[in-house]
T-cell receptor
Framework: DTGVSQNPRHKITKRGQNVTFRCDPI?????LYWYRQTLGQGPEFLTY????????KSRLLSDRFSAERPKGSFSTLEIQRTEQGDSAMYLC??????????FGSGTRLTVV | EDQVTQSPEALRLQEGESSSLNCSYT??????LFWYRQDPGKGPEFLFT???AGEEKEKERLKATLTKKESFLHITAPKPEDSATYLC????????????FGTGTKLQVIP
């Protein structure tokens, strides 16, 4: 069990650019989640995958955001045409059914 | 509306001074209440899951309890290494898998 791995740890991008983050969950966990956290706030739900199927999406996930989990393994979160309001920590988590999450260390995005 | 409310927002304790953090929720039919610890710049670390009123879980100096309207995280004789933000989260009824987090309590334990 090597934990949940997220890359990159930090990303600085110019407004309007596209960015992609990667998450490698714990291998035996079939459930994967993306959350976003801003300073002083709790994590906010973005989307949930069970295996390769994306089963829940938040209203926060506008059409500029897309997430994939090909073959039910790693996942990517892409943000197109980034805006300054997208600056946040993007957290990935995985879990077995109906158990607590194991979070990664997150990707901190700064849009300048 | 806020479904999960944590209080206080911040708490400063002397080492050894026991206290409790509160998490209140407004939904019925809860499918799990979770406590996490988060250190600065890191992802939350899972502590406990509680499913039904009256349930209690313990880990070292931490004890979590659950009633029909709220949960408490009791910290007994805290040490400086217990300093962190403690997050509460609930899983809503209706088959959803996501959990909804509160804004956390930032705990500082002073030597």
């Amino acid at each position: 069990d090597t934990g949940v791995s997220q890359n990159p740890r930090h990303k600085i991008t110019k407004r309007g650019q596209n960015v992609t983050f990667r998450c490698d969950p714990i291998s035996e966990h079939n459930r994967l989640y993306w959350y976003r956290q801003t300073l002083g706030q709790g994590p906010e739900f973005l989307t949930y995958f069970q295996n390769e199927a994306q089963l829940e999406k938040s209203r926060l996930l506008s059409d500029r955001f897309s997430a994939e989990r090909p073959k039910g393994s790693f996942s990517t979160l892409e943000i197109q045409r980034t805006e300054q309001g997208d600056s946040a920590m993007y957290l990935c988590a995985s879990s077995p059914p109906d158990r607590g999450y194991t979070f990664g260390s997150g990707t901190r995005l700064t849009v300048v | 509306e806020d479904q999960v409310t944590q209080s206080p927002e911040a708490l400063r304790l002397q080492e050894g001074e026991s206290s409790s953090l509160n998490c209140s929720y407004t939904v019925s039919g809860l499918r799990g209440l979770f406590w996490y610890r988060q250190d600065p710049g890191k992802g939350p670390e899972f502590l406990f899951t509680l499913y039904s009123a009256g349930e209690e879980k313990e880990k070292e100096r931490l004890k979590a309890t659950l009633t029909k309207k709220e949960s408490f995280l009791h910290i007994t004789a805290p040490k400086p290494e217990d300093s962190a933000t403690y997050l509460c989260a609930i899983r809503l009824p209706g088959g959803y898998q996501k959990v909804t987090f509160g804004t956390g309590t930032k705990l500082q334990v002073i030597p």
